[in-house]
């Protein structure tokens, strides 16, 4: 049974508005934020988010192309769908443990001497990276959504 036109509208809008939405606070963060709070904090900023965003895409490893393939294989076979969905976000969630817990009781000095130098670094690094799990998780979730508007393929006036 084919879904309806307005169901797989309803999933193709919840995929586009997270996308919207990351890319919003990104524009945001640079018009509002870096006159707000100086250039050097700023880059501090940048710097901090971005590293935590190549962080979150080493955590999800290729997991939502994977769920995305595993709900297509695995039409009508809802166990098998979500088995493996649970899996994705339980290894990606241990990745992403793994990464928090280096960065927390990694030497503190070290982030701030080698990596950025500015004693501010290390503190907000390790704050942002607590970030890292949700980056994770929704691009897992946006792969759920994208597989379920690719398994109806249903064809739009």
């Known amino acids: 049974m084919q879904p309806k036109a307005k169901e797989v509208l309803e999933a193709y809008a919840v995929v586009s508005v997270s996308s919207l939405v990351g890319k919003i606070l990104a524009f945001l963060s640079g018009v509002i934020i870096a006159p707000a709070i100086g250039r050097t904090a700023y880059s501090l900023f940048v710097l901090c988010r971005d590293l935590c965003q190549t962080g979150s895409m080493l955590c999800r490893s290729g997991f939502p192309i994977g769920v995305i393939r595993k709900i297509r294989e695995n039409e009508g076979k809802p ?8 899996h994705a976000f339980y290894i990606s969630g241990a990745i992403s443990l793994l990464l928090i817990l280096f960065v927390w009781f990694w030497r503190e000095n070290y982030l701030a001497t080698n990596i950025y130098q500015d004693e501010r670094f290390s503190a907000a690094f390790r704050i942002r990276v607590l970030l890292v799990p949700l980056l994770t998780f929704l691009e897992i979730l946006n792969g759920c959504y994208r597989a379920y508007i690719k398994v109806h393929n249903v064809r739009l006036p």
């Open 79 to 86: 166990l098998l769908q979500s088995s493996y969905i649970f």
